[in-house]
């Protein structure tokens, strides 16, 4: 094969003048077994930057192409992130999609688009894609990422209607039967209730209070500079960038948490009635999406959470965190853990940052809130 007639594989930003291809891409895609739903962004001029002059946070949109047709493309979102105790500038790569999915001849694509990448940006993380058995974990592990699943916990609060829903989900008689009799002989109340006990000391009203706000001030700017350094990775959240993330409008409930008059920690809560979920059914879902604390505070943090759903009746409350004391404040407030298909990848430059640091891997910070990850929330 010549080299005028050689496949020449090239990575671009997104245009308008290449919406065309990838509109062709997205119709093989739609024709393909891979998932559903899955899509290249048509609109490049969409991508977004939160703040100008210099951006804050953005996104870039980018498509791989082969002799001017696209075969795959990813959102990159540039934010800046507390790693080894510095502010330092890191990229989450957003929906990877090649024609390596659903066409064989192009399995190559993934892997040039992660070569190419890691050149660009050798600080690169991904999160959310579904579980260690899907293509893109399974491309990022053979460039030696490290991949873990974000463990995911989970509160039930309504337990009949919990219990109704996960029947409906199921096809089979037997567990229809056997959730049906354990609802109405009162075996589910106690069930949860033996499986959703404390595992730690509950903290008193009297030593913090909460409250819901609005808006951000400069409280979080306090929180963050005192509670930055128990974290070995995690991206900023001061006042300027929580604004940027979670914006005063109805999408959000802001819990505060106070010792006294000093601001200790916070969350970000989302109420979500869920309309035939595969895995909620058509639960209202509480999910705390964010939080953050000084050290000592998560089990605070949580509680009040969990009153504010209670408040708000919800069914369930869920959340996926990292670090081994977020981890640790939920087990303690009855918060059950499952298999989680929402993992966490780091780009070896990353990966090797964090292994030398003290805090080391159990104190990296993620959430929800992070990247892609709220989506189907």
Known sequence: MSDQTKPRLSIEPSSPELVPAIKRFNERLCKSPADPGLRLGERPGECYSLQANPPLIYKDSFVLTENGEVRGGCLLQVQPFWLDSNL???????????????????????????????????????????????????????????????????????????????????????????????????????????????????????????????????????????????????????????????????????????????????????????DGNAYFGNMRVGTILDCFSISGWETAVVQAALQCFNDLRVDVVVTNQSHAAWAAAFAATGFLSYCSNYLVATSGEITQTLEKMPPGIDHLHITRGDGDGRIHL
């Open 88 to 274: 330092t500038p890191v990229v989450n790569i957003q929906a990877p999609l090649t024609e390596g999915l659903f066409d064989r001849k192009y399995s190559h694509v993934a892997m040039y688009m992660m070569r190419h990448l890691l050149r660009q940006h050798p600080r690169i993380f991904a999160v959310g894609m579904g579980g260690l058995d899907r293509p893109f974990p399974r491309v990022l592990k053979a460039f030696r990422w490290r991949v873990e699943p974000v463990p995911f916990f989970f509160r039930v609060l309504s337990a009949g209607r919990f219990l109704d829903e996960m029947a409906r989900l199921k096809s089979s008689p037997l567990v229809r039967f056997s959730v049906g009799v354990a609802k109405y002989t009162g075996a589910a109340w106690l069930g949860l209730a033996a499986l959703q006990r404390r595992r730690g000391p509950a903290l008193s009203r009297q030593q913090f209070h909460t409250e819901r706000v609005t808006s951000w001030g400069d409280w979080a700017d306090e929180i963050w500079r005192e509670a930055r350094d128990q974290y070995s990775f995690a991206a900023v959240r001061n006042l300027e960038t929580l604004r940027l993330l979670y914006p005063e409008d109805d999408r959000y409930t802001i819990v505060r948490v106070l010792q006294g008059k000093r601001p200790v920690g916070w969350a970000v809560l989302l109420n979500t009635q869920m």
